[in-house]
């Protein structure tokens, strides 16, 4: 059986997912819906799919399952809409800004038996997946902290900022998601500061550009997340995880591994400086973790209820900063 | 002008600072007193000193500075005495585990004139004078975020835990220091968490073995230190400055640069696994600094308000695990 | 124009030049040729090809070009038939074993003026690209010296052995070419050591598995090769190239970055071990810089030339070897 | 027991060889001869010595050991006359240029039974020491390769150049000792290839600047030895031994180990770029072992024997460059 996919949302990140889609064996790319015909036309030309609606895609008998890749103020609306029509749904993070919305976004999906799955694309990158798969084996011990440090090489718009939810909400929240995937317990209490130092215009708009945020589990595992949105020398995404038989850490990545010496010193070139670059390998993976699910039947992970305990940290963290506080989960709404 | 040193305490520290001493062509041990007579017999032997009383030493004609290695608890009033008596004092840290006591000691300092150093060897490791350089000379741009990691190899035995004044006090202190000496702003909040992972008689004991802490200063840099008491693979002691123009690390040090690989991998050695090793040119550094300055006239740092710095910075962190809240550093009193 | 390809040879790495043509936006593949039949049948059903016989695809109109992936016996003779029926050739290394007969083949190229391509496939590898790149660049001067590490995993199979011509024509070979092309100028001289070390069936069979070669240019310009047929830690590829302002080096590839430390030191996991996953990315930029040239009417490198001489100076190797001397590239016939 | 020394020839390198005497609690530096009065004079001072003649100190009844570090074409002689007079020698490299004349000295040493050893410091480097330690716990199995790359800063001055013997009696010596001591195997042949690239004076004064070197043992393992006069990126001394098991490899030497990542890139610090600064503990260890030897009554290593053949080597190296072949040892002398 071959998975056959709609996607939803023609932009920057519907083209990675529609290659990703393309480019796996048991999938494909059958149908592109996009509020600009342009984009939609474009993308559906070069991989073969039909331009359709998003109401045709709803009802269309050969498309299984959808990629939403739309603004995220669409997300919650076309899961439930996709799930009453039995299809499959990949959704790119988040699912909601707002806790409440998503809660009942998931409900439905509940209700309906469909079957959800959030892009949370890091956990399938295959450092991280190492990470993991070192932590699994035992080969660090028991997990007692994981040490995230993630920063963007420089700040979005700020049109982008003033609509993203907020750093926490919109970047914060994949560290949010790695440090749950890696503690091995869920965090039970959050506290973050926050500091506008790279742009002040970001602070006008309501947000932060650099934060930390601490985390606890029941069992006193810690996580600590570092964010800055610029890092001159790159996409700087490293992830530690200390155990009681040791650490395992995952370096930064580069497109090319030179090195060259003169007086100066020792030169390697900066990271990889795009998180499509960075993360190629983990969004084919994350499509091909999709269709394999599918094909077989499988759970599919990150799930919705992934995507709403990232959030409800990414919440937690928001209010620590405002009321100078230890925030325990449990106040989430 | 040769300094002429007497050397209070002859345990393990003692030792390091007496070879640190001895090997300083601008500096001489004369003196050394110790509790136990043949701990400091020995000692005076290796480096042709005399044994000598504490009393004697204050009162010695040929004795200019001391150094302070005696337990914590006696520290203020070994400074306030040999203040009043015109030496120079280079005091191991802490000056005390009591902010008010800290307080009224150097007030004493202020008073006689006397000349005070702190010990916080870390602000003379090469690599981490390398990283501050590089920061002072610009080449990260305006500092945003200090991030340190650091771990003990494993926990001290438990009666010394016990005397320690806590994590915070005894291990997180050096990092407040050197957060503090990487900022450029001083902290003005702390948030922290403590839990207790590596040995439940450690929480019996009312401390903490695994603690996160965050700084912030008035201008929105942020600093994190990430402590544990146990890393199996040695001591791990990183140090990373994030500015608006890049990044300046210092990486951890190993006795030798080798690498073996075979079909398991590419193996190399832990790291040194004791502060003597990793920080013996610390040490020696340390004590340069303390005798150049004495014959230079010049300031001596860290000073005793340095010492002072901190450890309110560690009472925050304290009072944060305990009130589950930021603390203002101006609380502290 | 989409360049229409016919394969020849269904093998290994005729599917690995499958997956790249069909892979390239301006390529496409149309006709695959294999003596087993089911090779053939099974690599065309993958890309949507048609199986067709090595001559009707020396006939097809619809081929423009053709890859050669036979065994090497059949290079030269295969090379000659498609140059006469004016098709495009890229031919895996080596043209020949046998330098006259190479220089034969590429007599009838000249003559039909076809155009042809040989398979080094480590010039396309990005980092050794990248290395070219800084030297090209003037990063480290005039170049005085290439050291190339070059091992791989294990030795081939016996029969394999055999039919290779001995390592310097079959492994060093690519070798050769590299120091060829970062050395700036043509080596004019060859010194080299042989050895059996890994398993003396090797030795019974007329070859080495361990050896060295220097190459030294007119302008005294030297190249050092180290290769050997087992290395348990992977595929060690490296290359440096010191020049009169510094050095430029390519560092070995892993599958996964990370590094698990613990009381055994440091492990990181061993190289990629099978050269195509190690050139993957190579394999994909030869073809996509054969079809760009065919395009755009530019020229084909590594061209016939380069072929030959690599051939010469392994032929000036294994002379070297056996006659225990310098050998001058100018005695080869 | 602790051994007094004789310190010939207060240079640059003598200055090192009597800090290591006096720095080691078994040694004492009781005379100093130089033929330039204040600098025996100065060195003497430092360290609490006498100023001496030769003469002098052959006759003292209270040395026991000479450390000669006088102009090489008096090594030979001195270690004879201080061999005649029962005093122990270490004597800096080469005993001589001349491999005859090393010979006839040996001779002198193995007849009056006394007790010499060579200064190959990097034997005991504490990195390439743990090289050979992998090698002798079986942690790379059955040796097979040594590449050694060794690289100077900067060449000598011509006239040190003139009277240097030629690089590879010079400078070569030392990685043909190194290689020697990990092939664990006596080399019997020798290729080497040698240019004029850094500075064509040392052409005209009859030397190279840029050499490699093959060396093979009758079991067929080899080595190979990559040297030049200039590394513009500091003194590069790299070593891998590769055996049937794996690889052992020593990285190089910086004084700080920072990075700084901005958007040109990580930086490093360059190496360390004089072996007196690269090889401090490998005098200091040198020295301590020559003094552990003396007072134990055990072996010294290197030995007379070791330079012969380090020297031989070289000696076969050269003749391999002008006659333009591979050299058998046996061939020299």
């Not at 699912?95 to 890091?122: H, I, P, Q, S």
């Not at 009681?244 to 850490?249: I, L, P, Q, Y």
Request: with cysteine; proline share 5%; charged share 25%.
């Amino acid at each position: 059986m071959v998975v056959r996919f709609g996607l939803l949302g023609a932009g920057r990140i519907g083209k990675v997912h529609a290659q990703a889609v393309s480019g796996n064996p048991g999938a494909r790319l059958v149908a592109v819906a996009d509020a600009v015909a342009p984009a939609a036309e474009a993308l559906a030309a070069d991989y073969g799919a039909e331009v359709r609606t998003v109401e045709a895609i709803a009802e269309a008998p050969d498309v299984d399952a959808v990629v939403i890749c739309t603004p995220t103020d669409t997300h919650a609306e076309l899961i439930e809409a996709f799930a009453r029509k039995g299809k499959a749904v990949f959704c790119e993070k988040p699912v909601d800004l707002d806790v409440a919305r998503v809660r009942a976004c998931l409900k439905v999906v509940e209700e309906t038996g469909a079957r959800l799955m959030v892009g949370f694309n890091r956990r399938f990158d295959p450092h991280f997946r190492a990470v993991r798969a070192a932590v699994d084996e035992g080969r660090v011990g028991k997990v007692e902290m994981v040490n995230i440090t993630s920063r963007d090489p420089g700040a979005p718009p700020l049109d982008y900022v003033r609509r993203s939810g907020g750093i926490f909400r919109d970047m914060t929240i994949h560290d949010l998601d790695m440090a749950r995937w890696l503690l091995g317990e869920e965090p039970v209490a959050v506290a973050a500061f926050g500091s506008v130092l790279t742009d002040p215009e970001i602070g006008r708009a309501g947000d932060f550009d650099s934060v930390n945020v601490l985390l606890e589990t029941a069992g006193g595992r810690q996580a600590v997340i570092s964010n800055s949105r610029r890092a001159t020398y790159g996409y700087d995404q490293r992830i530690e995880v200390l155990g009681s038989g040791g650490m395992v850490a995952a370096e930064n990545q580069r497109e090319v591994s030179i090195e060259v010496a003169t007086g100066a010193g020792f030169l390697r070139p900066p990271l990889l400086d795009f998180f499509m670059n960075r993360y190629t390998a983990a969004y084919a993976a994350e499509i091909a973790s999709f269709v394999a699910a599918l094909r077989e039947g499988t759970p599919l992970a990150p799930s919705g209820q992934d995507g709403l305990a990232a959030l409800v940290l990414a919440e937690a963290a928001v209010r620590s900063v405002t009321e100078g506080r230890r925030v325990e989960v449990s106040e989430i709404g």
